[in-house]
């Protein structure tokens, strides 16, 4: 397909794990250009996109969402079609300890890059305008914790516990107002737990795969009955794709993976498959050690995604026993790739335990 033809796509985050998922994805389909701005912090690997880094159809700036100038030369130079916002900080841990870093990005960081998608939109002719986009990518985190039973759906009061949860909802209001104040034509999604392949180590998954890989002790906060709802990357990435494409201009979709586990039993079935791929005498099992829980820690997640399935169609594609023996087995083939990560050494620190 002739470049002209093609959309152009400015992915904030792209060299993140979801973000990064969603720029393959993109670029594989080989009709969109991506314009892919990153601020390449610890969890931003230029590894995880080795596939598209040397191609005329993805471009790449190192930056801040929140950096203005920058922003708007982008948009001046690129002309993008659609926007799409990964940009965030995302580990609750981090959050207590440093909160400031996740109002700079989250909420600051996404005005920024809104005022500049807007002067942009307001600059730009109209058929341009009736087909220009921003998606912002949310958290299910955002609602709040759940009791027994129920889910969250996109009539949910948001009621975030978290210094990350609340940034998150901050920018989705933010998004939100654009819309109704300005008319900007945008999208957002809230998602549950995502997990699978090029996600950084300091996140539940593939923190247990690595620690079970190498003997060491697999953490469980609390008693390990966390419930979330996880979804995998590449089933996210495809219901964004569909939204950006089909998704109601000024609506809200929730994204869940119709997988509602409880931490404890998680980690157990990872313990089950590595010990099924790589059988030893000792089932890893033995190495679960439960540790002091996280301040506030949100009892249970889950999402109805009733709407986009109505809507447009979407569903996820495998069970989650499917996707984990997926993504363990990634993990075990791509030592390479952890090699590569930003303080390597420091994604498996504790944190989140800092006293008031």
């Not at 759906?153 to 654009?178: C, F, G, I, M």
């Not at 300091?202 to 953490?219: D, F, H, R, S, V």
């Amino acid at each position: 397909m002739e470049a002209r033809t093609m959309k152009t796509v400015l992915v904030t985050g792209g060299a993140g794990f979801i973000g990064g998922e969603f720029v393959r994805q993109l670029y594989a389909d080989g009709q969109f250009r991506i314009v892919n701005l990153d601020k390449l912090t610890y969890a931003g690997n230029l590894a995880s996109l080795a596939e598209v880094t040397d191609n005329s159809r993805h471009l790449f700036y190192e930056g801040d969402i929140g950096d203005a100038r920058l922003v708007r030369s982008i948009f001046a130079l690129h002309r993008p079609d659609w926007v799409v916002n990964f940009a965030a900080e995302s580990h609750v841990d981090r959050s207590i300890d440093s909160p400031g870093e996740f109002i700079e990005t989250n909420v600051l960081g996404t005005f920024r890059l809104l005022e500049e998608a807007r002067h942009y939109w307001c600059s730009s002719a109209k058929d341009k305008q009736e087909a220009f986009r921003f998606l912002h990518v949310s958290t299910d985190e955002v609602y709040g914790s759940l009791g027994p039973t129920g889910k969250f759906t996109e009539e949910t009061q948001y009621a975030p516990n978290s210094p990350y949860s609340a940034s998150k909802a901050s920018s989705d209001h933010l998004v939100r107002a654009y819309h109704h104040t300005y008319g900007m034509p945008v999208l957002t999604t809230n998602c549950s737990n995502n997990y699978g392949p090029y996600q950084y180590p300091e996140k539940l998954i593939p923190l247990m795969i690595l620690n079970c890989m190498a003997g060491k002790p697999l953490p469980v906060y609390g008693d390990g009955q966390q419930i979330r709802d996880w979804l995998y990357v590449a089933d996210h990435c495809n219901a964004i794709r569909m939204v950006l494409e089909r998704g109601r201009v000024g609506e809200v979709y929730n994204i869940g993976g119709d997988c509602e586990r409880a931490n404890i039993d998680i980690v157990k079935a990872i313990c089950k498959t590595i010990d099924a791929m790589y059988p030893q005498s000792q089932p890893r099992e033995s190495l679960i050690k439960y540790v002091q829980d996280r301040p506030g820690h949100d009892r249970r997640y889950a999402i109805d995604f009733s709407k986009i399935n109505r809507e447009l169609g979407w569903r996820p594609s495998c069970t989650f026993e499917q996707h984990i023996e997926t993504t363990v087995a990634w993990y075990m083939n791509n030592g390479a790739w952890l090699k590569t990560l930003h303080k390597e050494q420091e994604a498996t620190q504790r944190r989140g335990l800092k006293a008031a």
